[in-house]
T-cell receptor, first 106, second 113 residues
Framework: DQQVKQNSPSLSVQEGRISILNCDYT??????FLWYKKYPAEGPTFLIS?????DKNEDGRFTVFLNKSAKHLSLHIVPSQPGDSAVYFC?????FGTGTSLTVIP | DGGITQSPKYLFRKEGQNVTLSCEQN?????MYWYRQDPGQGLRLIYY???????QKGDIAEGYSVSREKKESFPLTVTSAQKNPTAFYLC????????????FGPGTRLTVT
């Protein structure tokens, strides 16, 4: 049974707008979450993380929000750029979601 | 130049043959992992090792075996007992301790016919 879920397989956003990628988890024992970015035929690369003691972590254009009561986290990318087009995985830490393919349209 | 190397990038085997996928890291990381990715699915954990000479099964270990004789090396053997071995295999490592981010290799695409 999938413990980390990403229910949107794909997302398209105009360049300059906000991209919001969502992730849900079922195991309340998870206390650390990460987002990875992946290009085709390559390994994922680490993007940003958040500990359960925080509800927000920001790194440049990327912000991750954590709602522990809802067992939900989201990744916000503002402003979105064409180079952000990739598959984004949520992880906790060795349990991965199925990924969301983001396309940023110029 | 530190990183993780996986070889080969593409591997073809006949059904019934065992095959070993290589993974080497020079990041001095304690922990190493093997994942499998299938189309439309996330990364699923096969095996992981937190220290030399010790490893643990992940969610889908059946049909696979590993060894960790050296800190920098974590080879994965796909045995003939693995029912659906064709997949993209990813190796990763992490520092351990309080740092959870994993560093991934480029992957090996295994095709078994």
């Amino acid at each position: 049974d999938q413990q980390v879920k990403q229910n949107s397989p794909s997302l398209s956003v105009q360049e300059g707008r906000i991209s919001i990628l969502n992730c849900d988890y079922t195991n309340s024992m998870f206390d650390y979450f990460l987002w990875y970015k992946k290009y085709p035929a390559e390994g994922p690369t680490f993007l940003i993380s958040i500990s359960s003691i925080k509800d927000k972590n920001e790194d440049g254009r990327f912000t991750v929000f954590l709602n522990k009561s809802a067992k939900h986290l989201s990744l916000h990318i503002v402003p979105s750029q064409p180079g952000d087009s990739a598959v984004y995985f949520c992880a906790a830490p060795a349990y991965f979601g199925t990924g969301t393919s983001l396309t940023v349209i110029p | 130049d530190g990183g993780i190397t996986q070889s080969p990038k593409y591997l073809f085997r006949k059904e019934g043959q065992n095959v070993t996928l290589s993974c080497e890291q020079n990041l001095n990381h304690d922990a190493m992992y093997w994942y499998r990715q299938d189309p439309g699915q996330g990364l699923r954990l096969i095996y992981y090792s937190q220290i030399v000479n010790d490893f643990q099964k992940g969610d889908i270990a059946e049909g696979y075996s590993v060894s960790r004789e050296k800190k920098e090396s974590f080879p994965l053997t796909v045995t003939s007992a693995q029912k659906n071995p064709t997949a993209f295999y990813l190796c990763a490592s992490s520092d351990g301790g309080t740092r959870y981010e994993q560093y991934f290799g480029p992957g090996t695409r295994l095709t078994v016919t």
